[in-house]
């Protein structure tokens, strides 16, 4: 089952964005879309409101298309890279760390929920928005909180749930972990059957990478352009009180976001013994492309080129982690979801009790690992939480509007973690697996040199 390729392989396609400086085209679209924006807001009375709103849909297209690209070939993606990793790496020893990494995410998941209410309470983003009447004109839906009803949580029903009774229809609902569970099974299962029943599948798998790859390379070519609209888009309709309120409240996320880099480096010191400023500097590239595409599942392939050739993680374990982890490793999302959850109940003066906060905390630890690895994908799976909390979901719409920067910082905290993972699970296993950490990537250099 060797002829399969590996995914790393495959970044060849994303590489020209790196040398390319996609992140600075990313901060000019920013800066642009941001002056631009300021201009055509009606507050200013330069523009009229009818134009500026027009002007705002057509400036928000670039965007819309990206993002729809990417949702387009995230599935089959994330189907491919899991199957070929297991089919790649068949091994006893790697199945039996599949549980040890899943509750390793569901711990570094609750740290990060954990920072992300600890930031929110001290800091409290959402009072600056109530005083200013923030969200006072958003209308309640069904009345007041306390008259909502609540979504019950039910851990056996939820559980059993997870597999999925007709596949095709988790991947059309977009329940990301339900299909995740399914390619596991039937990527384990390909493993058991002998190689040449096999082959016309991991053929399949293989195209199906190269073929989604390509269109992520096309996709991400419009990322500057998405940016800069985006940000036009928003300023233009958005009012400077309540954009200053978002301001002081987007600086409390990024504190949250870099208290949870600092706790990634310190796993990783601890463990590996070695350098985290080394790790930082080493990473940097699939961070810099994390940052611009703001989607962890496009970046599948370098991140894992970058833990098989910087920080020499056994591929088997490279191939395995960072898959799983761009689908259910989504701690930066959680903390996100966890401030803004509180920030908006504060916006709309409601007061939580101890035991309202815990349930938020488990909400959201189920709602972040079920979270697209796609842009907008936190704030997607946001409104579910919302309402199983009973806040109102209306202020979302201020919120979606900013979502881009956000998601571009915590896209970058995410695949930092599942990096960390990586290299943490390399110095636990990494020594069982017995296979030469460099040994994809001297594989790999053909490849590259036949694509230049």
């Known amino acids: 089952m060797a002829i399969i390729q590996p995914l790393n392989d495959l970044s060849v396609y994303l590489s020209h964005l790196v040398k390319g400086r996609l992140w600075l085209k990313v901060i000019i679209g920013l800066v642009l879309g941001s002056g631009l924006g300021l201009l055509i807001n009606p507050a200013w009375g330069w523009v009229p409101p009818e134009v500026s709103e027009r002007l705002g849909s057509w400036l928000n297209l670039p965007g819309e298309v990206f993002m729809k690209l990417v949702q387009m070939v995230m599935i089959p993606l994330i189907v491919a890279s899991i199957i070929s990793g297991l089919v790649s790496n068949a091994s006893d020893k790697l199945g039996s760390i599949g549980l040890r990494l899943f509750l390793y995410f569901l711990f570094t998941t609750v740290v990060a929920i954990v920072l992300g209410t600890v930031v929110a309470f001290l800091f409290n983003p959402g009072e600056y928005v109530s005083t200013h009447g923030g969200f006072s004109g958003t209308s309640m839906p069904n009345g007041t909180p306390a008259e909502q009803e609540t979504v019950r949580f039910n851990l056996p029903e939820s559980i ?45 798998i293989a195209a199906i990478q190269k073929i989604c790859m390509i269109v992520v390379g096309w996709a991400m070519k419009l990322v500057p352009y998405a940016v800069f609209g985006l940000m036009a888009s928003l300023l233009s309709t958005t009012g400077i009180e309540i954009f200053m309120g978002l301001g002081y409240y987007m600086l409390v996320v990024l504190l949250g976001l870099a208290l949870l880099i600092l706790f990634y480096l310190l796993m990783y010191g601890l463990v590996t013994r070695q350098n985290p400023l ?146 943490i699970f390399h110095t636990w296993y990494g020594q069982e697996m017995a296979i030469p950490p460099t040994s994809k990537s001297k594989e790999a250099a053909p490849l590259e040199s036949s694509s230049a």
Do not use: W
């Not at 982890?325 to 930066?332: E, L, Q, R």
């Open 160 to 204: 059993s749930n997870l597999i999925p009774v007709n596949p095709l229809e988790a991947m059309l609902r977009g329940e990301l972990l339900s299909v995740v569970i399914f390619t596991i099974i039937i990527g384990i299962a390909t493993t058991q059957i002998e190689e040449k029943m096999a082959q016309p599948v991991i053929r399949f």
């Open 278 to 423: 080394r790790f930082l500097s080493n990473i940097r590239d699939a961070q810099l492309l994390a940052f611009s595409t703001a989607s962890s599942a496009a970046v599948m392939p370098l991140s894992m080129k970058v833990a098989d050739e910087k920080l020499k993680v056994s591929s088997q374990i490279s191939d395995f982690v960072i898959p799983i982890g761009a689908t259910i490793n989504m701690d930066g999302t959680a903390l996100f979801q966890c401030v803004t959850v509180l920030f908006m109940a504060h916006a709309y003066g409601i007061e939580l009790a101890l035991l309202d906060v815990v349930l938020i905390t488990f909400t959201v630890v189920g709602a972040s690992i079920g979270t697209p690895a796609i842009p907008g994908g936190g704030v997607i799976v946001l409104a579910s939480v919302l309402q199983s909390s009973g806040i109102p979901v209306d202020g979302l719409v201020v919120i979606i509007g900013i979502d881009r920067i956000l998601g571009m910082f915590r896209t970058a905290v995410n695949v930092t973690g599942d990096l960390a993972a990586t290299a």
